[in-house]
């Protein structure tokens, strides 16, 4: 409930000195839902995006946090925006530590990039 239910002042979160705020908590937003380890939002209106619908890279910024708190590496998150998502995420540690995340995409923008050779 209470992540869901927040409805942010866009305006005072764009004066914050940071790039994005993101809130989470545990569990499950819906009781007939599937259980989730975590739910959040993404919110970043200083960048143009008031609301990012799913958001990877708050995943890599999540999953250590709530890996050290349920104490499990495997986890199913939900972000709750209008359009939602739902991801999977694991934390590998090696030489470097890694977040792995998984989920449905939807393709917002098709293009080529070329990079020119190195002179």
Known sequence: GQIRELQP?????????????????????????????FVYRFFAPRCGINEDPTTGSAQCSLIPVWVQRLQKNELFSKQISARGGELWASLHKGEETRTFV????????????RVPKAQ
């Open 9 to 37: 002042d866009m305006g005072k979160l764009s004066s914050l000195p940071c790039r994005a705020l993101i809130c989470s908590a545990e569990g499950t937003p819906d009781p007939d839902g599937p259980p989730y380890d």
């Open 102 to 113: 998984s989920g449905k995409a939807v393709t917002v923008i098709k293009g080529e990039m």
